[in-house]
């Protein structure tokens, strides 16, 4: 068995190598070979009693005719290995374009030139595929509504999309590289795997479902975030429960009132009968208070099933304008402040919307007007005020009624049902108008005033793609309805 060649023998051969370039070692084996056919002409030249002056101008002869075909000889050996040498170099440096020649001849140099070419095909391939799935990737993110964010091992900001920059107020050029701590993002990374989180974004609160992964880049650990909005899933669900609930109560509510108040009425209708006699003036009482207790109790269990037998709106084209001014005009307490609107018109039920906006108006009254009520030194100089006003924001109308009441105590419990701060209220007002809202695709926010004291309620209704026509408007938008109870 031959014995394996040691360390320092392999470097000793590979400085001697190293010593010529293979060109000059080809050139030198060429000579070598030649040097033979050289000798034996010149033998054979002095054998055959060749004279000195045709003996040396045959030797030149062959030594041109052999300098020649070693120069052809090395152009066709060294020239290819060169150009793959060159493409080879240009794979390395991303540069696919590059081409071997000579490839497909039946020989090993046309298939190492061969092979060479499908590797770069290949690579171009996959470069191609990679930069298109990239492409796709980067518009995917982009075209997200819901933010996307990731953060490397150091909690630095590394990849965000327009929804990010939106919901979180951030800019790409500007954040980029930047801490979570200095960018107020630190919650995120605290919070776990399908973790909700409540945000305010653009002046509303909403509740978001955070998705963790992790992912390498160049061999470095990065953090994945995806937050969804679940904060209409949510209220739907919570929707549904209150749905659920207040039809089990109102219907054993309801089969318990009917009895007492019909007892209560037979009752008293045999106390005002002459074959009654004298009876206690304080039953007779008694038996009113049940039975109009009972009356009272059936409005208010009345009311609450309004969420529950909401009906679906009817969609059509309403025009804007003429609806706030016959809601504005339907307040008869107040001198609603109706600004200017924009010529559009909303794909929306007209009634609900309507009712909604009374809702709203009704309840921004009552704020002002209670407001200017309450004994304070300004209580002269406190009017009570009442302003609605709209504007096209893209797709949508943003209807905003302000009013300089008290404001918002406590917004939390805006929209629970049966939460009301009014003495006669039932707590379904605001909860009925959401829900309308959310049911013409639109959204309803309440929020505090920032330019003055009281509270602003904003609708965001969609526009409808054509702009309203005057002259397409039916008679029963322009005719003038008499006041709704909300």
């Not at 269990?301 to 504005?328: G, K, N, T």
């Amino acid at each position: 068995m031959a014995s394996r060649p040691t360390a320092s023998g392999k470097g000793n051969r590979k400085r001697a190598g190293e010593s010529l370039s293979f060109e000059a070692r080809f050139r030198v084996l060429c000579t070598l070979l030649a040097l033979p056919i050289f000798g034996l002409t010149a033998a054979l030249l002095v054998l055959l009693h060749v004279s000195t002056g045709p003996m040396v101008a045959i030797l030149i002869i062959l030594l041109l005719a052999l300098l020649l075909a070693l120069s052809s000889f090395m152009e066709q050996t060294v020239r290819p290995l060169q150009t793959l040498a060159n493409v080879v170099a240009s794979l390395r440096e991303g540069d696919y374009s590059f081409r071997a020649r000579g490839a497909g001849r039946e020989d090993a140099l046309g298939e190492l030139s061969s092979e060479v070419n499908v590797l770069a095909d290949a690579l171009q391939a996959q470069r191609l595929s990679g930069l298109e799935a990239a492409t796709l990737f980067r518009r995917v993110i982009a075209e997200l509504d819901a933010p996307v964010l990731a953060f490397d091992q150091g909690c630095r900001l590394r990849l965000l999309n327009p929804a990010a920059e939106r919901v979180f107020a951030l800019i790409s050029a500007r954040d980029l590289g930047r801490r979570a701590d200095e960018l107020g993002l630190s919650r995120l990374l605290e919070q776990p795997d399908e973790g909700v989180l409540q945000l305010e974004s653009q002046g509303q609160t909403g509740r978001w479902m955070i998705r963790r992964s992790a992912f390498r880049q160049r061999g470095m650990p990065h953090i994945l975030l995806l937050l969804s909005d679940v904060s209409a899933a949510l209220r739907e669900e919570e929707r549904l429960a209150w749905r659920r609930l207040i039809r089990v109560i109102g219907h054993e509510i309801s089969n318990s009132l009917t009895p007492i108040k019909s007892i209560a009425g037979s009752l008293l209708y045999r106390l005002d009968s002459p074959s009654a006699g004298p009876v206690s003036a304080d039953l007779a009482r008694g038996l009113s208070v049940i039975e109009s207790r009972a009356e009272s109790l059936n409005r208010f269990v009345q009311a609450y099933r309004q969420l529950a037998q909401l009906p679906s709106p009817v969609i059509r084209q309403v025009p804007l304008a003429p609806l706030l001014e016959r809601v504005a005009r339907l307040e008869t307490r107040l001198d609603v402040e109706l600004l200017p609107s924009p010529p559009v018109s909303l794909f929306a039920d007209a009634d609900q919307l309507e009712q909604l906006l009374i809702n709203l108006v009704k309840n921004a009254v009552e704020a002002a007007m209670h407001e200017a009520d309450e004994p304070s030194p300004s209580a002269a100089a406190h009017a009570p005020k009442v302003r609605m006003r709209s504007m096209q924001q893209g797709d949508f109308a943003s209807i905003l009624i302000e009013d300089n009441g008290p404001g918002l105590a406590n917004p939390a419990n805006l929209f629970v049902p049966f939460y009301t701060t009014k003495k006669s209220g039932t707590g379904v007002g605001l909860a009925l108008a959401r829900q309308i809202a959310e049911a013409h695709g639109g959204t309803l926010v309440l929020r505090n005033r920032t330019d003055a004291p009281g509270c602003q309620a904003e609708v965001r209704i969609p526009v409808a793609s054509q702009p309203f026509e005057p002259s397409l408007q039916p008679s029963s938008v322009r005719s003038f309805e008499p006041a709704r109870t909300p």
